[in-house]
């Protein structure tokens, strides 16, 4: 069996949404939101990673959010800065600022719309990992991006001392067998989707990087926790416990049905950076009576 790498990033790591008031960041509601995620026992936090809706944030905007995260969270646990863009000038603009503003790692998505090709890739990364020197986390989300991230790409940037994991976002189990395989567990494996983690965590993936432990962080650490220490039983109760709701929260492009969920919950404005709007029809009625079900209301 392959051995699984411990690095700095871990565990039960939540990617923040950004919350909105009135078409501004609500600087209140994030803060409040950090302060539940640690007492609930997380142990991490990506700040404007697709979650947090990066895509359409202002440059300044943008390390305001990580800045304010860093600012919050006190060093009480690793702050992961969302960093990715599709032009490898802008990505390293934003890793500097990143590590300026303090924040403990970058989470580095591959580019999208343009599909580099493996070389290009393998560059785009180095290239940003370069320039900013932080801890990183490399991100394959090709159902977002039209870019896949291979494992064979994977392993040759884990060669890097910077490069300290990967978020695989792919829903592909045989995937996270691949990449600890031929990384030889030099960098941790981190699932990518709220639907993988347990059975990542089976194979030898040490962490998630999980988009329903902004509504219930405690679950995703109880799992994670679970997992780590080998309780089998629990971690599988917690898994069947979420799929409902991971299962409603993903019906529409996410955080729109997140957000009204955490709205309902009273933890924010139900409120998007367009072209993602609000929540409409009858999945807003089933993510209420499925909370209901899970006492979150």
Not at 147 to 171: F, H, M, Q, S
């Amino acid at each position: 069996m392959v051995a699984s790498a411990q690095g700095p990033f871990e565990g039960a790591i939540t990617a923040l949404v950004t919350p909105f008031r009135d078409g501004r960041v609500d600087d209140a509601a994030l803060t409040a939101l950090v302060e539940e995620q640690l007492a609930a026992g997380i142990d991490g936090l990506v700040a404007v990673g697709t979650t947090g809706e990066s895509a359409t944030l202002s440059f300044d905007e943008h390390v305001h959010v990580v800045g304010h995260v860093v600012r919050t969270v006190r060093r009480r646990v690793p702050v992961i800065a969302g960093a990715g863009s599709n032009a490898t000038v802008e990505a390293i603009e934003l890793a500097r600022a990143a590590r300026e503003v303090g924040a403990d790692g970058l989470l580095l998505v591959t580019p999208y719309y343009n599909k580099p090709n493996q070389l290009g890739l393998e560059r785009h990364f180095r290239a940003v990992i370069e320039a900013a020197r932080l801890p990183t986390v490399l991100y394959n989300v090709p159902g977002r991006t039209g870019c896949d991230l291979l494992p064979a790409t994977v392993a040759r940037l884990a060669e890097l001392p910077e490069v300290v994991a990967i978020k695989d976002a792919t829903g592909n189990l045989v995937r996270g067998t691949q990449l600890l395989a031929q990384t030889g567990g030099r960098i941790t494996l981190l699932s990518g989707d709220d639907f993988t983690a347990m059975p990542l965590y089976a194979i030898g993936a040490r962490g998630v990087i999980s988009v329903i432990s902004n509504l219930a962080p405690a679950w995703m650490a109880e799992m994670w926790d679970a997992a780590r220490t080998g309780d089998w039983v629990r971690a599988r109760e917690l898994h069947f416990l979420i799929q409902p709701l991971v299962e409603l929260l993903f019906a529409e492009p996410s955080p729109i049905p997140l957000k009204y969920a955490m709205a309902l919950a009273g933890k924010l404005a139900d409120e998007l950076r367009p072209p993602l709007y609000p929540l409409e029809g009858p999945l807003r009625e089933q993510l209420r009576a499925a909370m209901v079900e899970a006492k979150l209301l």
